[in-house]
């Protein structure tokens, strides 16, 4: 099962669309992904902007897609605690994925996939709620393709793309990987933000979703993918292969925008 997640254009936030570059950015992006084989599914937020992104290839691939509520941005406000030490932030309204450093790592706790949604940051807010939301929102959407999330964290797969490293595994780590090999293997692509995608990355592969609203940053109309590596026959962990690719725009002659982003990105032209 392979997963591709894609930001929307350079974002005209005022009008909830996109801005003269986002539409060149968007224009490049759909050369790239006319070009992808096997797509099983398209999915989109139904915010506008992640709509006018998805909506020239799905329209020039003849498909249609399925707009899912907890696609949106991950735009839940929460509050900065009262006697948080800066007073001028103090009870002040802000975003999960948008706090200053002193508070950040001020509390171990952001850093537990298990405990972050109860500090006392996130307690500002209906946060754990709509985590869920989006937590149960795409294990509801794998579950339709056989993969079930289990206690344990991981996924069991009803119906296992056969793998030939379940009897002849390669030593160490130069596993050798057929699955693309097979036309059964699914494909979804899925338009959205950069908020909602972090939770459910943090979702599918153990991690809090603070360590990447903090730590990372992928532009506008980035590519990322992940892949399930199922290396037991009936068992599925998701695994990052790529993330924040904008291959499409360097090679279009198109500067990647930091819309998101707290500095400028590097300029490769």
């Excluded at 696609?71 to 929460?78: A, G, H, R, V």
């Excluded at 850093?111 to 294990?139: L, P, S």
């Excluded at 959407?141 to 379940?166: D, M």
């Excluded at 609203?213 to 998701?238: C, D, H, K, M």
């Amino acid at each position: 099962m392979r997963l591709i997640f894609i930001r929307h254009g350079d974002p005209d936030y005022a009008n909830d669309n996109l801005t003269e570059k986002g539409k060149r950015e968007v224009a490049l992006l759909t050369e790239r992904i006319c070009k992808w084989k096997n797509i099983t599914a398209f999915y989109t937020s139904p915010m506008g902007r992640a709509k006018a992104t998805g909506k020239p290839s799905i329209e020039k691939l003849n498909r249609t897609a399925t707009e899912f509520k907890w696609l949106q941005e991950f735009y839940y406000p929460t509050k900065y605690p009262e006697d948080y030490e800066d007073k001028s932030l103090a009870g002040k309204e802000a975003r999960t994925w948008d706090i200053m450093p002193e508070l950040y790592f001020s509390d171990k706790d952001f850093f537990d996939k298990d405990k972050w949604a109860d500090t006392k940051y996130m307690q500002g807010g209906r946060i754990k709620e709509h985590y869920n939301e989006v937590c149960n929102g795409i294990d509801s959407l794998l579950a339709e393709y056989g993969y079930n999330r289990n206690e344990k964290g991981f996924y069991n797969v009803a119906n296992p793309v056969p793998n030939r490293n379940w009897k002849d595994p390669v030593e160490k780590y130069h596993l050798t990987s057929v699955k693309s090999d097979y036309p059964e293997e699914k494909t979804l692509v899925f338009f959205c933000h950069l908020g909602v995608m972090f939770a459910i990355i943090a979702h599918l592969t153990g991690l809090s979703p603070m360590q990447l609203w903090q730590g990372f940053y992928i532009a506008p109309t980035s590519v990322t993918i992940l892949n399930s590596e199922e290396r037991i026959e009936g068992q599925g962990w998701f695994r990052v292969e790529r993330m924040g690719d904008t291959n499409h725009l360097t090679n279009g002659g198109e500067q990647i925008s930091s819309s998101g982003y707290f500095a400028d990105v590097f300029r490769e032209i």
